[in-house]
Nanobody, 123 residues
């Protein structure tokens, strides 16, 4: 099984940028498709982005398309989410998730989750 640890969250002004990272360990990273999800206070967790095992397929929620970019480095066992043009509505705890199959936005199907990293966007 794989263990996931997110980092890179913080406080940023609207319009700013952040890059989230997700470090994987415990298994061969390239065996896993990955996803990013987020949960705002009082709301359900929602899909943000997903990437296939070799990075040739990526998907985004409409709310972040054109502003966020997902990528991975299988040689470093790392997943990234580059976020730009941040809005106060992007404020949430961001989670990375892993599964052997490409699950896209089906969060209940992901087997492994990190603990999350807080992103706060001030207006």
């Amino acid at each position: 099984q794989v263990q996931l640890v997110e980092s890179g969250g913080g406080l940023v002004q609207a319009g700013g940028s952040l890059r989230l990272s997700c470090a994987a360990s415990g298994d061969t990273f390239s065996r896993y498709a990955m996803g990013w999800f987020r949960q705002a206070p009082g709301q359900e967790r929602e899909f943000v982005s997903a990437i296939s095992r070799n990075g040739d397929i990526t998907d985004y929620a409409d709310s972040v398309k054109g502003r966020f970019t997902v990528s991975r480095d299988n040689t470093k066992n790392m997943l990234y989410l580059q976020m730009s043009g941040l809005k106060p509505t992007d404020t949430a705890v961001y989670y990375c998730a892993a599964d052997r199959l490409y699950r896209r936005d089906r969060q209940s199907a992901y087997d492994y989750w990190g603990q999350g990293t807080q992103v706060t966007v001030s207006s």
